[in-house]
Every structure is written in C-alpha cells, then in structure tokens.
C-alpha cells in the first residue's frame, strides 16, 4: 500500500493488440478526441503518448464510488499500431512500459498480433489487463454511455446478456490456450495469477471507468518500488516533427528523471548532406560541431478539453503560446515536446541522454549509437538491393522487417530516415548499372524535395511513396512484373 506523501511517477501504460482492435479510438474516448479517423487507412504508423492527469481520472471514474485514493499524479498512455509489420514499434512500445492494455475485439477473439502482443508481454513479464472491446457491437446492445460495465450490463437483454457471456467464455477458452488464466475482473479473486478481462466500447464508452480505475489501482498496489521517482534519466525519442512557430521539435518519453531547459542533451543523429555512406554519416549529436544541444523550451501539448487542467498547472507554467504550455522543468513520466538546435538530424525510436558535470561526452555519444545497430544489420552483404527511406527509426525498422528474406524478400543495399534528397537519389542511382530494378527508392511516409525528383527522373531511378507499407510493396512488385515483360 501507498504512504502519502511518496514520490511516484505516473505509471506508463502501453495498448496493444491487433490491426483495429480499437486501440486508438479507446484512447480518443478517454481524451474525447479523434485522432483515429485522420489516420491513413486507419492504421497507426507510429507510438505516441498521452498524459491524463489524476484529475482526469478521478472525474471519469467517479461513478463507480471507488474510494481509492489516487497516489500517482496521473496515467501516461502509449498508442502502438497493430499492423503486422511493426513488430519493432510494439516492441519498443511494450518495453517502455510498467502495465499494458491488451486490446481484443470482443467479435473476433485472439488474432495473430493479439498473440504477437501477447507474447512480447510475457516475455518482459509485464502486467497487462485485457480490453473486451466493442462490446456496443453485440445484436440489440443498449447504449448507457460511459456506464461502469456492471452498470451497462444491467440494462441488456437476456440475449445479449447470453451472447456476452458466450463469447466470454470462448476468448478465455483461447487464453488458456495461449497458457493464461483470464477472469472478468470482477469475479478475478486472484489478481496477479489470473489476468482481468474488462469489457469496454470504444464508442459509446462502457467499462472505460472500470478499465482506467483498474489501471490505476493495480500499479498503485504492486508496483511501489518501480514507481518511486528516481533521479536517474531514462527518456527515448518518440518523433521528430516541424512545428509552426518552434522550428524542429522531438516528441520524448521521459520514463524517469527530471529535464530542464538548458540541460545539454544528445541524440542520435543523422547528418544530412554528407556523401559518405550511412554509417559513417551517423553523428551523435543533434548539432553540428559535434557539442551537444541546448534544450530551449519544454512543451506540454494541451488540446482544447484540457483548458481545466491548464488552469490547475499554473503554478508551473511560464506562459502559453498556442496548445503549448512551456516549463521550466518536467518531471517524468512524461510525454514532452522538446524544441533544440539541430534537432532535424535526430533519429526516433533512440534514446535522449542529459550530458551532467562529470559525464564523458565521447561516452554518451558512443551510448547513443547503440540503438542504429540492429537497422544497419538490416543492409545486405552483396551490395546489391534497393534503397528504403522512412520517417523514423520505428518505421524504417518496420519497413525493414517487411522487407526481410523471410518476409517479402527485397534486398536492401541502403537506409536513411527523413525527406528524399538528392543524395539519396544518387546513392539509389548507382544500382542502375547492376540491376536496373533496384534503382529504386522505396520511400514510406516522407516527403521527395523538388530538386530530388528531377534528378530521379533524369537518372532514371524509380521512386515509390505510399503511407501504407505493403503498398510499397504491390508497387514494386507492379514494377518488377512490368520490367520482366
Ligand atoms: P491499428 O492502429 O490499425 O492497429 O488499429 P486500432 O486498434 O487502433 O483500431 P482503431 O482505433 O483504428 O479502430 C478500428 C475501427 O474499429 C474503427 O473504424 C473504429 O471506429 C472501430 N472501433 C473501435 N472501437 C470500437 C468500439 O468499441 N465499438 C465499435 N462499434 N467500433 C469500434
Ligand atoms: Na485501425
Ligand atoms: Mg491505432
């Protein structure tokens, strides 16, 4: 149990599960946003993470008279794509995190990412409680919008009380299958051996109470230790993106430790413009002398509904410009903006390091090339194979994977993350001579400059854009059918 007064970090929780589970609009119902229907094609690409606040949680809970007392200061939410070929995102996501939701569309029971998810879970041994959702899809369901599930249960039909409980009994049938003990969680009498089933619906909103109260209570009750603050930095970048206003900016999550503006800090990065190849070209830090940058501001992005929690905030805030509200310091966890120099050569899905007193700079760098590892292992030993491009690290590795000898099998002469440039179009182009099919470009979810496909087309080096991958992939394969002809 908590003492008052303890130092906690919020706990970080992970959704996984299969393509459409409901995963994004799960979170969108707690936010009350739509993230999910601007995707393309519905599909997540990438892991992002949301903050709700305690107070937050407090308010949609409310309902169900828990007389729990919230010790944590809040819940961070990290969003995974179920696609199959981002392995490495929910990967990177499950490692991130203390406690999972597992997502399991309630019509379609366990599918191979729930497996996948499933086993990335057991084997970090991470706590996770099942999400039963879409529960508003059973024939003749009654809407009790954002009702505890007990409560919404009460008000069904005999039949859909009996179609309910039917296909209840078939997923944990499968659970066990998978070696899982899985209980409704409120019959579960022993928490900890036997995983919690709550039935949720993305849409209308039964059993989200029931789901976030669950979350909290049970990281509160067993994860004491892993939730003390610790002073100790551990933060992993999540994207690089274009702000109106801020220039280059890295979306973070800070999972333990304190950042400040001004802290000297180094990322991973690739240097843009360089002919050399990629692993030369590899530079540590995000600026360009090779000194490490400057964090100028800490942002906490605020949508609209939050302006509440804004107010109570202030005490912290500096000023606000816009959805951001700037700090001084953030404490973790925490999902953060961070505005830099040089920030546009840095590489997500890696790790952010704070350069302290007595740290060695030449060892943090070498401490951020680890993560570029496993990607450059990815480029075939022949030299021979087309050139992929992606907007992330996360991605790239995705896209990799897709491509793999196992998988599709398109060979893989060179990588690089970000916009096409004619450096890169120059690299593709030597294929040309070697095979022509391979004077390719697969570029996934980034922009081509002007200057780049002129120069492709005069080259004669093939680029395929899409933001789905395996439509890169009936692309290329178009192509390679057309050549062969
Ligand atoms: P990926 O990111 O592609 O892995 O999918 P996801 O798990 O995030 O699923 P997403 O949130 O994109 O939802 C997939 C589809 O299911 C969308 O059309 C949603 O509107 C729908 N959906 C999600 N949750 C529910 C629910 O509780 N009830 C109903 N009826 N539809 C839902
Ligand atoms: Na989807
Ligand atoms: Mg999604």
């Known amino acids: 149990p908590v003492q008052s007064g303890q130092n906690l970090r919020s706990p970080i929780c992970c959704i996984m599960g299969h393509v459409d589970a409901g995963k994004t609009k799960l979170l969108d119902c707690i936010r009350g946003t739509n993230v ?12 992002g993470a949301t903050y709700f606040p305690a107070q937050n949680i407090r308010e949609r809970t409310r309902e169900l008279k828990a007389d729990a007392k919230l010790n944590v200061p809040g819940l961070l939410v990290i969003d995974t794509p179920g696609h199959e070929s981002f392995t490495n995102l929910r990967s990177r996501g499950s490692g991130l995190c203390d406690i999972a939701i597992l997502v399991v569309d309630i019509m379609h ?5 729930t497996i996948e998810s499933l086993n990335l879970l057991k084997m970090r041994n991470t706590e996770f409680i099942v999400a039963r959702n879409k529960v508003d899809r059973l024939y003749g369901w009654k809407t009790c919008k954002n009702a505890p599930i007990t409560k919404a249960m009460k008000q069904q039909s005999k039949d859909v009380q009996f179609e ?3 296909r209840l009994t078939q997923v944990v049938t499968q659970f066990k299958e998978q070696g899982l003990n899985t ?7 022993e928490m900890g ?3 919690s089933i709550v039935p949720t619906s993305a849409i209308s909103g039964e059993g989200i109470p029931d789901m976030l109260l669950l979350l909290v209570q049970w990281t509160q009750k067993t994860m004491i230790k892993r939730l003390t603050f610790s002073n100790e930095m551990q933060c992993t970048v999540l994207e690089v993106k274009v702000i109106e206003g801020y220039g280059t900016t890295i979306d973070v999550v800070l999972v333990n430790g304190v950042l400040h503006e001004g802290d000297q800090i180094v990322v991973c990065g690739l240097q843009v413009g360089s002919n050399c190849d990629l692993n030369q070209s590899i530079v540590n830090t995000a600026s360009d002398e090779g000194a ?3 964090v100028t501001w800490l942002l906490l992005e605020l949508a609209l509904h939050e302006i509440d929690i ?3 905030l202030k005490t912290i805030a500096q000023l606000v410009i816009g959805t951001y509200l700037h700090h001084k310091e953030i404490k973790a966890a925490q999902g953060i903006k961070i505005t830099a120099q040089g920030l546009e050569h840095a590489i997500a899905g890696t790790s952010l390091y704070v350069v302290g007193p007595h740290d060695d700079l030449e060892d943090i760098k070498e401490a951020t090339m680890e993560d570029m590892k496993s990607v450059m292992s990815r480029i075939d030993k022949s030299g021979e ?3 992929v491009q992606a907007s992330t690290l996360g991605s790239l590795e995705a896209l990799l994977e897709f491509l793999k000898p196992s998988a599709v099998n398109i060979p893989v002469s060179g990588i690089s993350i970000g916009p096409v440039h004619k450096k890169d179009v120059i690299k593709a182009s030597v294929m040309l001579e070697k095979k022509k099919e391979y004077g390719t470009i697969l570029a996934f979810d980034v922009k081509i400059t002007q200057e780049a496909r002129e120069l492709a087309d005069e080259l004669g080096v093939k680029i395929f854009i899409a933001d789905i991958i395996y439509h890169l992939f009936d692309q290329f394969k178009a192509y390679i059918d057309n050549l062969k002809k």
């Open 36 to 47: 999910q229907e601007g995707e393309a094609g519905e599909i997540t690409q990438q892991i």
């Open 310 to 312: 804004v107010e109570s």
């Open 183 to 189: 209980e409704l969680y409120y019959k579960n009498k």
């Open 109 to 113: 029971g366990l599918e191979p990412q």
């Open 164 to 166: 309910f409980n039917t």
């Open 385 to 387: 194979g087309v050139y």
């Open 292 to 294: 490490p940058s400057q």
């Open 193 to 195: 051996e036997t995983f």
